[in-house]
């Protein structure tokens, strides 16, 4: 052992640290920021054939479709949809569809029906679109909407004709052999 208590010295390479996507951020802000300057300067201009709803008017290069259902929920403007995001929607779409048995259940393989379930994902998806708004991309904006609007009415139409069936089986009363 020697008497220099001195530890060995290793040399460190220098980090190399991308920051490019630094200035891609930067350059699509001054983008969305300029377009926003020039949108605002123009003001309103109303595109031949769209339909605005009462009140408001289309902007050109703006589809009625593209603009959010409720004013509270105004999309992010230059922000790309998030592919994860999008993804997770989806699952959660299917996953309601399968509760509301207009899918098969890749685990069992055959179509089950759990109303209160199907209720609660869409419950949750509603939930979602509050927490996030502000925050989404105007194509994320329009899936989730969409989405909810969708489930929605399948919900309504499923429970109108399991009603409609518990209704007639009532009035046809208990069947022979039946159940006593």
């Known amino acids: 052992m020697s008497e220099n208590n001195e530890l ?33 300067s123009a003001g309103p201009v ?14 050109v290069g703006e589809s009625p479709a593209a603009t959010p259902a409720d004013p509270g929920q105004a999309p ?23 509760q509301l048995g207009l899918v098969e259940n ?20 509603a939930v979602i679109q509050e927490k996030t708004k502000g925050n989404l991309a105007q194509q994320e904006v329009r899936a989730l909407t969409e989405a909810i609007r969708e489930l929605k009415l399948q919900y309504v139409e499923i429970t109108n004709e399991v009603n409609r069936q ?12 039946g159940p006593k």
């Open 8 to 40: 060995p010295r290793f040399s460190v390479p220098d980090k190399k640290v991308d920051t490019s996507w630094k200035d891609e951020i930067r350059k699509e802000r001054e983008i969305a920021k300029r377009q926003a300057e020039q949108a605002a």
């Open 46 to 59: 109303s595109v031949p054939g769209a339909k605005a709803a009462p009140g408001t008017s289309a902007k």
């Open 76 to 98: 992010v403007e230059s922000s790309k949809p998030n592919k994860i995001f999008l993804n997770f929607l989806t699952g959660l779409m299917q996953q309601a569809f399968m």
């Open 106 to 125: 890749p685990y069992s393989g055959g179509r089950e029906m759990d109303l209160e379930g199907a209720r609660y994902s869409i419950e949750l998806l």
């Open 166 to 177: 518990m209704q007639a089986q009532l009035k046809k009363g208990p069947q022979p052999g």
